[in-house]
């Protein structure tokens, strides 16, 4: 079945950095776009980033965008997340998924599939 694993996660202090990483597996990478997603406490699920099939196109949420990169390769089935100048409002368990919209990903779209979460701390 396809699983969705994320890592990377943990605690660090503003305006650190720690890069999350999704190892897929059960489906043909290639062929999803995929993508980052955060929920905080007392909130809804929000998008973060998102990568075309062949990683040629990226989009971000305006509050990460600059700060964030999102990265994949299709040969190891990974997508990783780069996140730089963290700031205690990133704080959210950061969830990995797969979709084949591009363009609906970040507004609400349907998801094929999500991993299980990391949790990611930014301490003030």
């Known amino acids: 079945q396809v699983q969705l694993v994320e890592s990377g996660g943990g605690l660090v202090q503003a305006g650190g950095s720690l890069r999350l990483v999704c190892a897929a597996s059960g489906l043909t990478f290639s062929k999803y776009v995929m993508g980052w997603f955060r929920q905080a406490p007392g909130k809804e699920r929000e998008f973060v980033a998102a990568?075309?099939?062949?990683?040629?196109?990226?989009y971000y949420a305006d509050s990460v965008k600059g700060r964030f990169t999102i990265s994949r390769d299709n040969a190891k089935n990974t997508v990783s997340l780069q996140m730089n100048s963290l700031k205690p409002e990133d704080t959210a368990v950061y969830y990995c998924?797969?979709?084949?919209?591009?363009?609906?990903?970040?507004?609400?779209?349907?998801?094929?599939?999500w991993g299980q979460g990391s949790q990611v701390t930014v301490s003030s």
């Open positions: 998924a797969a979709t084949t919209d591009y363009y609906g990903v970040g507004r609400g779209g349907p998801v094929d599939f």
């Open positions: 990568i075309s099939w062949s990683g040629g196109m990226k």
